[in-house]
């Protein structure tokens, strides 16, 4: 494939890695995915970049509550990251970690830059102090007025710090609206930017020296890059400015930054300022998307333990494949918008728009084909208007597709190629090719029929190959079209396809049992909230009380029945082996004015010897019984501990009454 228009650059914003990230991360990294790979196949050379933003007070400390070094603890969670993103196969061409040395002696070189354009100086940070946590917390941060880590009061302070000079950028940043709208998109939300600017902009904080884990300030150790400095400069450490500069004059600047819309602020009013700072070109376009809510708040790692619906994606592609959740996050959602998570709409769309109509339009396709014709794809000798409306449905459904990822619709890019997928299945319905091949005179007809539906689908496998390479791989083998490379110009073009041998596969997408699937996440769910609860409880009780699982038991009784039980305290005064059973021991047991024989089993376990002068607890109110020929009242106390029998004993003096 020749790579003849142009380069383009696309990022994800790069993840804390504070914890294992849920399906709503998934979704920015899925949809940039799926945009890389339809550049790629439109024919631009492209450079998808994700990562990970490793730096920062809260990491240290989560580090620290867990005895780890910082850099342990995020090595740890970025492999977990590194493995999802490989699992759901996302074609990223490079990961950078801000850990990294490329990434440090970068984003020190460009510090340096802003500083000596005099963009930077030393001021000082006043903000709310834990002394406990060592931490600077804004107002929205308390919780309850206290530090959110530790609840302990906070106190205005101040510190030395450095600061980028934000504030002078106000009309640079109004006039590159002005001038470039399309670099944010849409338009209420540059609109939203022009207000924030429209307040005054302060200068930022760019130094923390409260803690360590960062990248050293150069001249002033002391310090450390506040995050929004080291994060932001990815997209341009990781193509090796300024040192290795050659990705970076190839790619810079970014076509398109991905990212939440919570983090649009800073990549349209920070970014752009630290880049005209440095006198570096801006990036193209900065888009925001909305987020995916769960009972009507945003998806989080913390809230991703409670509720009935499971969010990690782990577990939904081990049940229902990558392809399902791709398509899934890129057909429910429009871009921009919030949208609700559950597993319900997840489990419906596969099954009606996966396992119903794409599954079932290659599973009639492949078999009439087999049954009908010999399992060659037959050619098309008649059309009429049935045709003639399908295949232009098809060959016209590319450039819809291309004119809504234009617009970074994946939700309507999507419905565009269901269009030619439901057609499909409408026109066997219409055509009924079971009755057409009933007929030997309309052997031509039924040929048509075949050829069409095998030419929508081989047209349908390149149109959903950026969203859903495997399905679009499976359905290619179905069509004996293993041999030729999915190229998109050929979704455009209809009667491609000649004496392929087609062969039916296994169904793309099984039917869910839709209620036995949600009961069973829900129990998924439940576990995954369990297990989460108990990594985090460090208290011994706290943690056996969330492992503690009950106990398999006799019948329930009520306080009645107990009542009726008269525990006493006993002394053993005499204790020998049962003359006629060897399994039993007989005792002479003193409680307060009485003494009692009575016959245990556990002679495997004691000597009689060592019993004499124990106390013991006694069901002093047991109906008397004869044991091989002796009688016994009375039934003395012992506990199972598995091994063996330990007696149950006490303190008290003989006759007591136990409760
Ligand atoms: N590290 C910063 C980004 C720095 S970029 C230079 C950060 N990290 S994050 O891990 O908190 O969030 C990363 C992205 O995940 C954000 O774009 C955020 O919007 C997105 N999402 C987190 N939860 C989400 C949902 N529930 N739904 C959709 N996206 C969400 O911010």
Redesign the pocket.
Known sequence: MTNNKGTYYI????????AN?????T??TVMADAMARFKRLSGYDVRFLTG??EHGQKIQTLAESKGVTPQAYVDEVVDGIKKLWETMEISYDDFIRTTEERHISRVQKIFMKMYEKGDIYKGEYEGLYCTQCEAFWTESQLVNGNCPDCGRPVSKAKEEAYFFKLSEYSQKLLDLYEEKPEFLQPETRRNEMKAFIGQGLEDLCISRSTFDWGIPVPLDEKHVIY??LD?????ITALGYPDEPELYERYWPANV???????VR??SII?PAMLMSADLPLPKQVL???????GGE????SKASKGTDV?DPVVLIERYGIDALKYFLLREYTFGQ?GS?TNEVLLKRINFDLANDLGNLVSRTVTMIEKYCKGIVPQATTEDDIDRDLINIAIGAASKVEEEMDKFAFNMALEEIWTVVRRANKYIDEKEPWVLAKDENRKAELNTVMKNLAESLRIVSILIYPFMHSTSDKIRKQLGLWYADVVWEDSTVFHVMYEEKVKRGDALFPRLDIEKELGELTEVAAEIARKKAMKEVTDPVEKAILESVPLELKEEIVYEDFDKIDFRVGTILKAEKHPKADKLLVFQVKMGTEVRQVISGVADDFAPEEMVGRKVIVVANLKPRQLRGLESHGMLMFADNGDRCEMVTTTAPDGESVS
């Open positions: 990022t994800t914003p790069i993840y804390y890695p504070s990230l849920h399906v709503g991360h979704y920015c990970t933003d995050v929004w994060a932001l400069t990815n997209y930054h991905l990212v939440g819309k919570e983090i800073f990549h970014w925001g998307h909305g987020w995916l809510l769960l945003k998806v989080s790692k969010v919030d998570f």
